[in-house]
């Protein structure tokens, strides 16, 4: 009785919650443990290579190479709420607090596996780095290849403003041509075209899924809010290329339309429709949105989880990679930026917008004061810039954040 | 007669608390300030008594918002509100003209745009950092042997305001020590530690966008000298209330009378 009791107890309390979460976490969570069996399988096979987020993954997965992911490895150390502790463990080495703490995270938990969350990531045998996300990647991986003694391979995008140039293109194509080689070299196999396609187009169906599930919360009430996107995104960023990725993103794409049909939102109560920008801060993710969702604030779309999309196709795939990989976000300057999020609040009919200045992330918090002014310009809705870090917890500082926060969302009474 | 007329506002700060009570047409009635010391809620409840002592109104019978970085302690009050907000309407309950407000208290200073109904349009904060920032003075005064209400006044007699090249309170502390080290005029030292808040107050309300009037509040509003350089930085005069602390409170006043 005493049970039933406490059950009927705990699904009122869910009711009562005003954050509905989505069936296809559970889903999520046996797609992201096949990713770390997987992973240790392939580092005892001698196949595993330690990837930048946006790196095109496909070329590796077409050659046989398994690839893992540091920097959502940094998302699970700041989930699970030992930032502070494992970044520490690479400042005892010399490293400054002001390094980014997914670096940290990561040189911290090669250090000490043994007092890491997973015991680290497994052992690596290549580490393939693209810096069309930030510089501090190749430096980053170099001390991993001092620890680990496996070979670094930096594909280089340098960044651009407006069109891409075609000597930019070229040099950028010959870049993955040298990864195809050091690929070879490194584990002694090789790439088939036939098989790059396959991988292609599987990746190319999970981003159309992915893209097509984020182009949902147009709707209202949103049927996704932050937290979701920032979790559901973890395969199409580490497992793209690979099917059952694709499944996943089938069923979440199932369930976001089902929810749009039945008119349900993430959110019990739609008031407030607000736009992310960056990375979120994994140690309090829930609780923040939450946080929020109870007061009625929704965050349709961010400039985040947006950043995987374009398809490598047609009849050069090369070239279509390279368009893809040096186009991304955050390699552009500041107006794609701008264009990025005015687009984004225009077409989800959003109410205002937060940026976070993560301390880490400098590539993606340079020039956030001035793109407030200017998209506050461009599409007359007010922003607040609140500041903090993505794993760090020692930057984030919850009143003064509660304070930035509240006063934007007093500007709607 | 009805208590609902009143109106009680309490700005529970990081240094200090401060109480205005308002009757209907929004006049204040009563005022009272309190260093907030360790406990909030206990400084808002000296002030509240101080007020109800003073305007013979009995309090606990009076809409009360709460507003400040201890806003959420006061479990009393109907609700709490930002201090950007109630900074922006008490200022503009005073002077609906402005359209600037810069506001430096004890541990953060905030820059805000007021609409023209009174709430703000925007604004930024510095509250990561002591420098630009009532806390910096305090140090600043420690230093030069001078007492906080006299720093202001001291450093308007210099002629030729020394340097200072590091806003961060640390830093300038021992650049200070430095100076005073070298033998250089104390007067001076103030003058350029006055100017160096000024500046960096200066990069903050560009921020947001110098538009005019401009007025200032807050406790370092009451420091001649910060109010002297501030002025030269944006280039224009400013106006300040008859008492730049309390536009907080009267602002969280103001919306209590709201129905």
């Known amino acids: ?413 | 007669m009805s208590q609902r007329k009143l109106g009680i506002g309490l700005d529970v700060g990081s240094t200090t608390t401060k109480a205005v009570m308002v009757d209907s047409s929004g006049k204040i009635l009563g005022s009272h300030l309190v260093a907030t010391g360790a406990s909030g809620a206990s400084a808002a409840k000296r002030c509240l008594e101080e007020l109800g002592r003073k305007s013979g109104a009995d309090t606990a019978c009076v809409a009360t918002i709460s507003t400040g970085y201890g806003r959420s302690l006061i479990d009393f009050a109907e609700k709490s509100v930002t201090e950007i907000t109630c900074h922006s309407i008490g200022v503009h309950h005073l002077n609906p003209g402005i359209r600037l407000l810069i506001d430096v208290g004890g541990q953060d200073s905030k820059v805000i745009r007021v609409g023209e109904n009174g709430r703000p349009t925007d604004f930024e904060l510095n509250d990561k950092c002591s420098a630009g920032t009532g806390r910096f003075l305090e140090v600043m005064a420690r230093v030069l042997d001078v007492s906080i209400d006299e720093l202001g006044p001291f450093a308007l007699q210099s002629n030729s305001p020394s340097t200072i090249s590091s806003t961060c309170t640390v830093f300038a502390e021992s650049e200070v020590v430095g100076r005073i080290g070298a033998g250089e005029n104390p007067k001076d030292i103030a003058a350029g530690v006055h100017a160096a808040m000024a500046s960096k107050i200066s990069t903050l309300s560009r921020r947001v966008g110098l538009t005019t009037p401009i007025c200032v509040t807050g406790g370092v509003a009451l420091n001649p000298a910060f109010r002297y350089y501030l002025s030269k930085q944006v280039g224009t005069e400013l106006w300040m209330p008859d008492n730049p602390q309390l536009t907080g409170a009267l602002g969280a006043a103001i919306l209590s009378l709201e129905p």
């Open chain 1, 1 to 413: 009785m005493e049970v039933r009791a406490n059950l009927v107890e705990q699904n009122s309390a869910r009711e009562k919650k005003a954050y509905r979460p989505l069936n296809t976490q559970d889903l999520l969570q046996k797609v992201l443990f096949r990713y770390v069996l997987e992973g240790n399988a392939a580092s005892d096979e001698g196949r595993l290579a330690w990837l930048t987020s946006g790196f095109p993954v496909e070329i590796p997965v077409a050659m046989g190479i398994t690839p893992t992911y540091p920097e959502q490895y940094g998302a699970v150390v700041g989930s699970q709420k030992v930032g502070p502790t494992v970044c520490g463990f690479a400042e005892e080495m010399g490293y400054s607090q002001e390094l980014c703490s997914y670096a940290r995270s990561s040189i911290g938990s090669t250090r000490k596996p043994e007092e890491s969350p997973l015991e680290g990531l497994p052992k690596p045998q290549a580490l393939l780095a693209c810096n069309n996300i930030c510089g501090t990647v190749l430096r980053w991986y170099d001390a991993i290849s001092e620890m680990t003694g496996a070979p670094v391979f930096l594909l280089d995008t340098p960044p651009f403003e407006g069109q891409q140039q075609p000597h930019h293109l070229a040099y950028v194509r010959s870049g993955l041509e040298r990864l195809v080689e050091f690929l070879s070299k490194t584990f002694d196999v090789s790439l088939e075209e036939e098989r790059l396609r396959e991988v292609a187009e599987n990746s190319s169906k999970a981003i159309g899924l992915w893209t097509k599930s984020l182009e949902a919360c147009k709707t209202r009430p949103s049927p996704l809010n932050c937290a979701d996107r920032f979790t559901t995104m973890a395969p199409v960023v580490t497992m793209r290329g690979a099917e059952h990725t694709t499944e996943f993103y089938q069923a979440l794409y199932d369930e976001v339309q089902e929810r749009v049909s039945k008119g349900i939102g993430a959110i019990r109560d739609e008031k407030i429709r607000l736009l992310w920008d960056n990375i979120p801060p994994w140690f309090s993710i829930f609780k923040f949105f939450n946080g929020l969702a109870e007061r009625g604030v929704v965050f349709p779309a961010d400039t985040y989880t947006h950043a995987w999309s374009g398809s490598i196709e047609g009849r050069d795939l090369f070239e279509s990679a390279a368009t893809v990989y040096s186009n991304v976000y955050l390699n552009k300057g500041l107006q794609a930026k701008v264009d990025k999020m005015t687009e984004l609040i225009k077409n989800y009919d959003l109410d205002g917008f937060v940026m976070f200045s993560v301390r880490s992330c400098k590539r993606y918090s340079l020039g956030q004061l001035v793109s407030k002014e200017l998209v506050t310009e461009a599409t007359g809705v007010p922003g607040v810039v609140i500041e903090g870090d993505m794993v760090d917890s020692r930057l984030f500082n919850e009143a003064q954040i509660q304070t930035r926060i509240d006063a934007l969302l007093e500007m709607f009474e």
